[in-house]
Protein backbone atom coordinates (compact mmCIF):
# COMPACT_ATOMS: atom_id res chain seq x y z
CA UNK A 1 0.00 0.00 0.00
CA UNK A 2 1.81 3.15 -0.78
CA UNK A 3 0.55 6.67 0.15
CA UNK A 4 0.10 9.74 -2.42
CA UNK A 5 2.80 12.76 -1.06
CA UNK A 6 1.24 16.05 -1.19
CA UNK A 7 3.65 18.66 -1.93
CA UNK A 8 0.83 21.53 -0.95
CA UNK A 9 1.69 23.64 2.09
CA UNK A 10 -1.49 24.79 4.24
CA UNK A 11 -2.10 28.33 4.60
CA UNK A 12 -0.96 29.60 7.79
CA UNK A 13 -2.43 32.90 8.74
CA UNK A 14 -0.09 35.61 9.88
CA UNK A 15 -0.20 36.65 13.67
CA UNK A 16 1.64 39.71 14.55
CA UNK A 17 3.35 38.77 18.39
CA UNK A 18 3.10 41.50 19.82
CA UNK A 19 -0.18 43.16 18.82
CA UNK A 20 -2.69 39.98 17.85
CA UNK A 21 -4.60 41.10 20.56
CA UNK A 22 -5.68 44.56 19.45
CA UNK A 23 -7.57 43.68 16.62
CA UNK A 24 -10.24 42.15 18.37
CA UNK A 25 -12.45 43.55 21.23
CA UNK A 26 -13.07 40.54 22.73
CA UNK A 27 -8.97 39.89 22.82
CA UNK A 28 -8.57 43.30 23.93
CA UNK A 29 -10.17 42.87 27.06
CA UNK A 30 -8.99 39.37 27.86
CA UNK A 31 -5.55 40.86 28.10
CA UNK A 32 -6.44 43.44 30.12
CA UNK A 33 -8.43 41.35 32.68
CA UNK A 34 -5.16 38.76 32.45
CA UNK A 35 -3.10 41.80 32.86
CA UNK A 36 -4.36 42.32 36.16
CA UNK A 37 -2.41 39.98 37.51
CA UNK A 38 0.56 42.03 37.82
CA UNK A 39 -0.83 45.00 40.14
CA UNK A 40 -2.17 41.80 42.08
CA UNK A 41 1.42 41.03 42.40
CA UNK A 42 2.45 43.94 43.34
CA UNK A 43 -0.47 44.78 46.01
CA UNK A 44 1.05 41.29 47.34
CA UNK A 45 4.38 41.90 47.56
CA UNK A 46 3.71 45.27 49.16
CA UNK A 47 1.39 43.41 52.08
CA UNK A 48 4.22 40.57 52.34
CA UNK A 49 7.16 43.67 52.75
CA UNK A 50 4.97 44.99 55.69
CA UNK A 51 4.47 41.65 57.49
CA UNK A 52 8.31 41.66 56.82
CA UNK A 53 8.58 44.65 57.99
CA UNK A 54 6.67 44.03 61.25
CA UNK A 55 8.09 41.10 61.77
CA UNK A 56 11.17 43.13 62.27
CA UNK A 57 9.76 45.42 64.71
CA UNK A 58 8.17 43.03 67.23
CA UNK A 59 11.30 43.24 69.65
CA UNK A 60 9.85 46.69 70.93
CA UNK A 61 11.38 49.04 68.81
CA UNK A 62 8.63 49.89 66.02
CA UNK A 63 11.13 51.56 63.72
CA UNK A 64 11.49 49.63 60.82
CA UNK A 65 7.44 48.95 60.35
CA UNK A 66 7.13 52.97 60.92
CA UNK A 67 9.36 53.27 58.10
CA UNK A 68 7.24 51.16 55.88
CA UNK A 69 4.04 53.39 56.84
CA UNK A 70 5.43 56.72 56.45
CA UNK A 71 8.17 56.31 54.07
CA UNK A 72 7.49 53.55 51.39
CA UNK A 73 3.53 53.79 51.80
CA UNK A 74 3.55 57.40 51.83
CA UNK A 75 5.95 57.61 49.00
CA UNK A 76 3.28 59.75 45.34
CA UNK A 77 4.84 56.87 43.49
CA UNK A 78 3.45 54.11 45.46
CA UNK A 79 0.17 55.54 45.81
CA UNK A 80 -0.12 56.29 42.08
CA UNK A 81 0.16 51.99 42.12
CA UNK A 82 -2.07 51.54 44.54
CA UNK A 83 -4.38 53.62 43.11
CA UNK A 84 -3.80 51.94 39.77
CA UNK A 85 -3.98 47.80 41.53
CA UNK A 86 -7.26 49.25 43.25
CA UNK A 87 -8.91 50.48 39.68
CA UNK A 88 -7.19 46.93 38.06
CA UNK A 89 -8.88 44.77 40.71
CA UNK A 90 -12.29 46.57 40.58
CA UNK A 91 -12.40 45.91 36.57
CA UNK A 92 -10.97 42.03 37.49
CA UNK A 93 -13.57 41.83 40.05
CA UNK A 94 -16.68 43.13 37.66
CA UNK A 95 -15.10 41.04 34.56
CA UNK A 96 -15.22 38.46 36.79
CA UNK A 97 -18.55 39.02 38.12
CA UNK A 98 -20.37 38.92 34.90
CA UNK A 99 -18.19 35.55 34.04
CA UNK A 100 -19.77 33.82 37.00
CA UNK A 101 -23.30 32.61 35.69
CA UNK A 102 -21.56 31.30 33.01
CA UNK A 103 -19.13 29.32 34.77
CA UNK A 104 -21.61 28.17 37.61
CA UNK A 105 -24.56 26.89 37.28
CA UNK A 106 -27.04 27.43 40.12
CA UNK A 107 -30.65 25.37 39.52
CA UNK A 108 -33.63 26.58 41.45
CA UNK A 109 -34.16 23.22 43.25
CA UNK A 110 -32.27 19.58 42.50
CA UNK A 111 -35.70 18.31 40.96
CA UNK A 112 -35.57 20.89 37.94
CA UNK A 113 -33.16 22.38 35.60
CA UNK A 114 -34.59 25.92 35.67
CA UNK A 115 -31.48 27.98 36.59
CA UNK A 116 -31.52 30.52 38.98
CA UNK A 117 -31.46 34.02 36.90
CA UNK A 118 -28.10 35.41 36.18
CA UNK A 119 -28.66 38.86 37.50
CA UNK A 120 -29.88 36.82 40.80
CA UNK A 121 -26.07 35.27 40.94
CA UNK A 122 -24.44 38.98 40.03
CA UNK A 123 -26.46 40.93 43.05
CA UNK A 124 -25.23 38.25 45.19
CA UNK A 125 -22.03 38.54 44.43
CA UNK A 126 -21.85 42.05 44.67
CA UNK A 127 -23.68 42.34 48.07
CA UNK A 128 -20.96 39.55 49.48
CA UNK A 129 -18.19 42.29 48.37
CA UNK A 130 -20.49 44.93 49.54
CA UNK A 131 -20.86 43.12 53.01
CA UNK A 132 -17.02 42.27 53.16
CA UNK A 133 -15.87 45.77 52.88
CA UNK A 134 -18.20 47.12 55.57
CA UNK A 135 -17.21 44.50 57.95
CA UNK A 136 -13.31 45.39 56.88
CA UNK A 137 -13.89 49.26 57.19
CA UNK A 138 -15.80 48.56 60.98
CA UNK A 139 -13.06 46.80 61.92
CA UNK A 140 -10.17 48.98 60.46
CA UNK A 141 -12.39 52.04 62.40
CA UNK A 142 -12.84 50.22 65.28
CA UNK A 143 -8.97 49.73 65.62
CA UNK A 144 -8.75 53.62 65.39
Not at 10 to 25: D, E, H, M
Not at 55 to 61: I, K, R
Not at 96 to 123: G, H, Q
Amino acid sequence: MSEAKSFRKPYIRPVSATTWWLKNPFYTKYMLREGTAVMALFATLEIVFGVFMFALSTDGDPQCYMWWVRSFLGNPVIILLNILALGAQIFHMITWFNLMPKAVRLFMNKNSTERVPDAVTKIGLYCAVAGATVVILVAAFATM
